[in-house]
């Protein structure tokens, strides 16, 4: 079964997007409801609390950019 280059570029994109979701995902919600770790590195992670405050804090900021963007659109249209 050939791919053409489109396909293989949206699989790729899908695949890497999904492994950034779920790193996220353990970063800020599962590593905190597990025991205590003993690498230093899975500990770190563990341990820090930006991750957990990212998502609700990109909400604001996100509403904000939908609302400009709705406003140079009308501005535009109406110009």
């Known amino acids: ?3 053409s280059r489109d396909q293989l570029m949206g699989t790729t994109f899908v695949a890497f997007g999904s492994v950034l979701f779920l790193c996220l995902f353990y ?4 590593s905190k409801l597990l025991p205590p770790y003993e690498n230093r590195l899975l ?3 563990q341990n820090d609390r930006y991750y957990c405050l990212l998502v609700p804090l990109t909400l604001p900021v996100i509403i904000v950019a939908v609302y ?6 009308k501005i535009f ?3």
């Open 27 to 30: 970063t800020a919600i599962v």
């Open 77 to 79: 249209k109406h110009a």
């Open 43 to 45: 500990s770190a992670i």
């Open 1 to 3: 079964m050939r791919f």
């Open 68 to 73: 400009v963007h709705w406003l140079s659109m």
